[in-house]
């Protein structure tokens, strides 16, 4: 009988990476966002109800193109003011897949909205300085967003002056 011991390799991935080489992970980002004068404006990440996957957010970023600091209001399964328009861009985080992967999830965002979010949870606030990005990653699927729900950054107006964002999403889909 042979006593040696047989190795065997073992991969660690980190969570986003596995689930790129899935072919589940995307990003992507908004329009350009725009507001001021007293209106508002969001960029969202929207899973329909019919989509059929749950929704993990592992990164977003927050542009501030603006010369004045900008506040953004986080918000999970809220309906938010204005009708959103659908961005065109995003990918799969796998692109040696063809075709590649499509998201069921959307990204949407509207400029110059009135009002505030309603009902859902307001999960935090972030402020972004001028002229900079703001990244947060490595959420490791922390929000968990179901089909018919949403993850929304709202803008909140500051005055009479126009500011601009843009806003990125990094995340996957599993199967609900």
Known sequence: MNNEK??????VLPENVYHSYLGEYFLGQ?????????????????????????LFLNAYTISNYSNEPLTTEAWISSTVPGRGRTS??????NQSIIPPPMPKVKI??????TGKPREGTHAFVRRVEPMLTLTKHDFQGMFIIPPGSSFSLFFL????NQAYARVAFGWWEEKA
């Open 157 to 160: 107006s500051k005055g009479k």
């Open 88 to 93: 065109p861009y995003f990918a799969a985080g």
């Open 30 to 54: 908004t329009e350009v966002i725009s507001l001021g004068g007293g209106f508002n404006g969001w960029g969202r990440l929207v899973n329909p109800a019919d989509s059929g996957v749950n």
């Open 108 to 113: 949407e965002n509207a400029s110059f909205v």
């Open 6 to 11: 047989q190795l065997h390799e073992v991969n």
